[in-house]
């Protein structure tokens, strides 16, 4: 049996990602496709549009076999932290294969990454007043020539750092990304291939036609469908207003990635004369050259979800992987890694295991169910992996155990 893993959002999964899966197929030979997805947020610190069942379902239907989530103590995080999570979770089951989009697939990553101990000892992190990943860029342009700005190539860039930190027995495909650019905002009518930050925006707009061409049956389903978090900013400002009225200063300067005294500064604009309107005025009032639009976001939502450093810390420590969902051929490949598997396999989440190992993904759950209104069924607690059989029938709810 050959597997093939892929990194992956799905927010919300488009036509692109079943192009990404056909071509992981293509460029392998593999018959099973393993997906580490992120959960109920994303690396950027916000909620996913969908919930992770939704969009575990919309992968399974679409030619994923195996849907494994990538907690989120590795999911929100700087790239490297992300790509070092999810290599973790492929090298535990012992995939061999990693296929990835990259704005430039003729790189050798693992070459560039190997220069990066001296590139981080460089002289343009003396300069305190830009991001880490700017100084990061300039001075591994400096010694390799290789300008690390594009998204993709950032990813690959970590994935390849993981790898090698890791010791990983794992190739690295890049693939070159085709028709749409990871920031682009907007797309042609007649393209088939679109960002997905902008189809979230064009969802945002209330243009659903707009979206029809370039994402799956599937999708489309889950949008008239299923809850989702299309304008989370509201009540996510509202929460977040809460949080830094009421903590004290020294409550908020626990919370993971408050460095520098960014909890002064969070608290005094939240509760300034006047105060923000809303969420996007807030983030404007309190990010800096320092800080990345995305870093900050994330800081937002660890604060949100009252994430302390020693809880994250500690997470990191105990990864899991924790299955959404599987085809016939996914559970086939469960049952075959069962006793070499290097980290714990969970399909179902009880209580006990809610406020333990997996407490910061049941906190993230609970967020993301009041961030799309959504008090219905739970996110982790008695919910079970999906089934899609090879009928592409859902057997979402049902007992699946792995035999």
Do not use: C
């Amino acid at each position: 049996m050959k597997v093939v893993g892929l990194v992956t959002e799905y927010n919300p999964f488009h036509n692109g990602h079943r192009y990404h899966i056909q071509q992981a197929k293509a460029v392998t030979g593999a018959d099973v496709v393993v997906a580490v997805m992120s959960g109920n947020f994303v690396q950027r610190g916000e909620p996913a549009l969908f919930d992770k069942w939704t969009r575990a379902q919309t992968a399974l239907e679409n030619g994923v076999d195996l849907v494994i989530e990538l907690p989120t103590f590795y999911a929100v995080q700087p790239s490297h932290i992300f790509a070092e999570g999810a290599v973790r979770l492929l090298s535990a089951m012992g995939i061999k294969d990693m296929v990835f989009g990259s704005e430039h697939a003729d790189v050798d990553f693992l070459k560039l990454a190997e220069q990066a101990p001296s590139v981080e000892n460089g002289h343009a992190f003396q300069e305190k007043n830009q991001t880490f990943a700017h100084a990061y860029a300039t001075q591994l342009a400096e010694e390799t020539g290789f300008v690390l700005e594009d998204p993709n190539d950032i990813l690959a860039f970590g994935y390849a750092k993981a790898v090698i930190k890791l010791g990983a027995d794992m190739t690295l495909h890049p693939i070159q990304r085709v028709a749409a650019g990871y920031h682009d905002q907007s797309f042609a009518d007649d393209q088939t291939i679109a960002s997905a930050s902008s189809i979230r925006l064009a969802l945002h707009k209330g243009k659903l036609e707009k979206v029809q061409g370039v994402v799956p049956e599937a999708t489309l389903q889950a949008i008239a469908e299923a809850p989702h978090t299309i304008a989370f900013e509201k009540p996510f400002w509202q929460l977040l207003q809460y949080r830094l009225m009421t903590d004290t200063i020294g409550q908020l300067g626990q919370v993971y990635q408050m460095a520098e005294g960014l909890e002064h500064r969070l608290a005094a604009v939240a509760l300034g004369e006047p105060g923000p309107k809303n969420y996007q005025s807030f983030i404007k009032s309190v990010k800096s050259k320092r800080y990345t639009f995305a870093r900050m976001q994330r800081t937002l939502l660890y604060t949100l979800l009252n994430i302390k450093v020693d809880q994250m810390q500690a997470a990191m420590q105990d990864p899991y992987l924790r299955i959404l969902g599987f085809t016939d051929a996914g559970q086939h490949f469960l049952n075959q890694i069962k006793k070499t598997v290097t980290l714990p396999l969970i399909s179902k989440v009880d209580q006990n295991l809610a406020k333990a190992n997996l407490r910061l993904d049941y906190k993230a759950g609970k967020i993301w169910q009041l961030l799309a209104n959504e008090p219905g069924q739970q996110q982790d607690v008695t919910r079970q992996p999906i089934h899609v059989t090879g009928q592409k029938r859902s057997d979402r709810g049902e007992t699946n155990e792995i035999s």
